[in-house]
């Protein structure tokens, strides 16, 4: 049920790239038919992510109100409207106006669909399912780079073949009930608690399914009575989720990514290649590889983690920009080959990271109460330099040429790897709710980090295991052997304080042993998790014993010399009276 509605979703991102590939292929025969110059053309194709800025905007302010599904079924009205206006332009300014309509409709869905998606997914695939909008973006570059070669002589049928996708988008959202999550801020219970089951293909009466409508519950309830302003994103609380959000759509847009997907044609025709069907032939491989690599970055996305992908995603990309800015430099008589190498390391770098991280972390990291606001915001500095790479772009390579403007761009990749490496936090494998709590206790976003990255999540040798009692309900024939030591192991990384508890863990293990309602607790998760040698235990596993787990975690850690050191001297010389 979730492909399928990551699927139905994702046809937004499949909007939102046809739009942005498609004048690719329309800009020879506009040049024709309507006689633009630079600056003109430079208006037109950013009228798209000008349109898109607004849409954040409108999106923002009415998500929590109408809901997500509402926002995307406007979306795909205005899709329709905008791909038939543009198909019927009879001058630059009305087809200007037409694109204007359609990134109106960009702006409000490539919000809506990630946010949609995230507050659906189980936190084990949320990073997979969020990416398939960006796969699906790329599957609409591609789709318009051949749609531009089928109908190169009239940009009418370009423009006019957006509406089909966009029909289909409205169909399918319609057919959709809106988020567990945001029907749970707006007090309609049961239909939450429905549109969970259903979206896990469970009953509503299975534990895990309960469990994790539990946490949604307890964070919507927190968040109900709250009402997101501008200067909630400012809080210490937030500012932190806010600078990662707007950092990572900044870097991905000054990295250039808009002004070779819109030029192509035109980077290919300044590096030698000559007619007009072979540039836009070598454009629909660069999308088929953009295709083909964002497959990859989504299989990898909940397995290497987001920080390290990101790492792999700046690097390649500043290494394939700066290849192509030296031959332009030298004027390499190999040059069309260096600039197709690495266009294609270029986008199969960015296809990734780069491009599906920043919608996939823009869903993560914001608490409920001001996910949309954050989102919003950070959607407007997408959407901001979106529309600023795009419009200079022709007059750059104008003003200092093809080689110029891509070393500009390998800069803005090298800034990349140092914000990843001092800001980005792991997400993968977190709940949402769970990254909520992390901001809410006042530690660095920073630290917050995936079971799989945790010394605590491995396995612990049989030698450095420690002796253990016989627990109390194992002296009942009926109670099956359970390997504590590889449970509590399993169940620490899932606390604020794993890293801190880390060295404690053999001790944390005999408590656990010993502890008659502990070891009761304990034995209750495994059941729930089906937990065995070497197996995972996910946050919706804890139920109704997480708050006593997370309890006992919480006292072991103010006890532990890790924080005791941080206390320093007692004020009153030692006296605790």
């Known amino acids: 049920m979730m492909y399928l509605i990551a699927a139905i979703a994702g046809i937004a991102g499949a909007l939102f790239g046809f739009d942005e590939g498609v004048i690719a292929g329309a800009l020879a025969p506009l040049r024709r038919d309507l006689g633009i110059d630079p600056v003109a053309e430079g208006m037109m194709t950013a009228a798209v992510p000008f349109g898109a800025f607004l849409g954040a905007i409108v999106a923002g302010r009415l998500a ?9 079924l406007a979306a795909a009205v205005l899709f329709v409207v905008g791909a038939l206006l543009s198909a019927l332009a009879f001058g630059l300014w009305t087809l200007t106006f037409a694109r204007l309509i359609i990134g109106l409709g960009v702006g409000v869905a490539a919000m809506m669909a990630p946010l949609y998606i995230s507050e659906c997914a189980p936190a084990a695939q949320r990073g997979m399912l969020v990416s398939i ?3 699906a973006i790329t599957l ?3 789709g318009a780079y051949v749609v531009g070669y089928a109908f190169h002589e009239s940009w009418r049928w370009m423009f006019a073949v957006g509406a089909v996708p966009a029909i289909a988008l409205f169909v399918g959202i319609f057919g959709l009930s809106d988020t567990p999550r945001w029907l749970a801020v707006r007090g309609r219970e049961a239909e939450a608690r429905a ?3 259903r979206m896990r293909e469970k009953s509503e009466s299975d534990p895990a399914v309960k469990a994790e409508f539990a946490e949604i519950l307890t964070g919507a309830t927190q968040d109900e009575n709250r009402k997101a302003r501008l200067s909630d994103l400012l809080t210490p609380r937030v500012r932190p989720a806010l600078i990662v959000a707007m950092g990572l759509f900044l870097l991905q847009q000054l990295s250039g990514i808009n002004a070779v997907i819109y030029y192509a ?6 590096s030698g290649f000559g007619s007009t069907t072979t540039q836009i032939l070598a454009t629909a491989g660069i999308g ?3 295709v083909l690599m964002t497959i990859v970055g989504m299989a990898l996305i909940d397995r290497l983690g ?13 290494v394939a920009l700066g290849v192509i800015a030296i031959g332009a430099a030298t004027g390499s008589e190999m040059m069309g080959k260096l600039a197709l190498g690495g266009l294609v390391l270029y986008i199969a770098s960015f296809a990734i990271a780069i491009g599906p991280l920043p919608w996939v972390m823009m869903s993560e990291v914001f608490p409920l109460d001001v996910r949309a606001l954050g989102m919003s915001i950070a959607s407007l500095v997408n959407w901001g330099f979106n529309f600023l790479v795009v419009f200079s772009f022709p007059v750059l390579v104008a003003e200092f040429g093809l080689a110029g403007v891509f070393g500009l761009y390998a800069v803005v990749c090298v800034v990349g790897l140092a914000f990843t490496q001092w800001l980005v936090p792991e997400t993968s494998g977190v709940s949402l709710e769970e990254i909520e709590r992390h901001l ?3 530690r660095p976003l920073r630290d917050l980090g995936p079971c799989a990255t945790s010394a605590a999540s491995r396995p612990v040798p049989p030698e450095e295991r420690p002796a253990m009692a016989t627990p109390p309900e194992a002296t009942s024939p009926a109670a099956a052997p359970l390997d504590f030591a590889l449970l509590v192991a399993a169940v620490l990384p899932l606390d604020h304080y794993h890293r801190e508890l880390e060295p404690l863990l053999p001790d944390l293990i005999r408590i656990v042993v010993l502890n008659d309602q502990l070891n009761a607790a304990f034995r209750r998760i495994a059941e729930r998790a089906g937990f065995t040698e070497g197996g995972e235990i996910e946050r919706a596993h804890l139920g109704d014993d997480g708050p006593a787990v997370h309890t006992f975690f919480e006292y072991v850690y103010f006890a532990s010399p890790a924080f005791l050191s941080t206390v320093g001297e007692w004020p009153l010389g030692g006296v605790r009276g």
């Open 306 to 318: 987001r920080r390290l992908l990101l790492l792999i995603g700046f690097a390649g990309t500043a």
């Open 64 to 72: 929590l109100a109408f809901g997500r599904r509402r926002l995307l």
């Open 440 to 442: 809410d206790s006042g």
């Open 265 to 270: 044609p035109t980077v290919f025709e300044l």
């Open 140 to 142: 609409g570059i591609l």
């Open 195 to 197: 549109a969970l089951a």
């Open 288 to 290: 088929v590889v953009n």
């Open 133 to 135: 909008y960006q796969l």
